[in-house]
């Protein structure tokens, strides 16, 4: 978990978002990310000199080139930086703490900024003080069943033994759900709600929710 960060009022106001589908950030999960848009380039350059916050955010349609903006999103420090020859970043940022999208600012950076709300959303800064409770034999049931039927695996043992929190998180970023259940995992309000929300999206799609199996990210 990034530290620094005790309270909502911590956290600045004014977030510069990068409106990006089907990548789910969630608090104290890493999003490795391939920036190579300008208008993105400029976003980082931006996040680095000041306090490398970015919010990543789902979009609900619209004009392709500025679509309408998911209502809720997290934001993320960017705790890893490289840049390659042909100019792109190569960043992973790290969740913070999630927000409520308030007005978009009027500004003249090429890239999008809204006022960020996190009040509601403040016990994300200190969710590894209080580990969750899981059904974690169904929760383990459910996912081993969804991996068999794409042919997939995992190292159970970590699975088995891995904190609560971190397993929920880095499973509802990492498995390929419609952006849509994306959302709703990262809207669940509790690491309990999301748990019971994965269960429940994992045993679905075992039980022949979809007609084709989709691949991991």
């Known amino acids: 978990m990034v530290t620094g960060y005790r309270k909502a009022v911590d956290l600045p106001q004014a ?69 390659t020859p042909d100019g792109r970043y190569m960043i992973t940022l790290t969740g913070v703490c999630r927000f409520e999208l308030g007005e978009e600012l009027p ?19 200190r969710q590894h003080e209080r580990p969750p409770v899981i059904d974690r034999p169904r929760f383990l049931k459910a996912l081993g069943r969804y991996l068999d039927r794409r042919g997939l695996g995992i190292d159970w043992d970590t699975a088995g033994q891995a904190p609560a929190d971190a397993l929920v998180n880095s499973l509802a970023m990492g498995l390929p759900f419609a952006p849509a259940e994306k959302q709703a995992l990262l809207e669940a309000v509790t690491i309990a709600d999301r748990a019971q929300a994965l269960i429940a999206l994992l045993e679905i799609d075992s039980a022949g929710g979809d007609d084709e199996p989709r691949s991991m990210q």
């Not at 000041?50 to 705790?79: F, S, Y």
């Not at 500004?107 to 800064?125: H, I, K, M, N, T």
Request: hydrophobic share 40%; net charge negative.
């Open 15 to 83: 977030v510069p978002v990068f409106p990006l589908d089907g990548a789910t950030l969630l608090p104290g999960g890493q999003l490795p990310l391939n920036i190579f848009e300008p208008r993105y380039l400029n976003m980082i350059d931006d996040a680095m000199a000041g306090d490398r916050l970015i919010g990543m955010v789902q979009t609900r349609g619209g004009d392709p080139e500025r679509p309408a903006l998911a209502p809720i999103g997290c934001v993320g420090k960017i705790t890893s930086f490289a840049e």
């Open 107 to 125: 500004v003249g950076s090429p890239y999008r900024q809204v006022r960020a709300r996190f009040a509601a959303f403040e016990d994300d800064l």
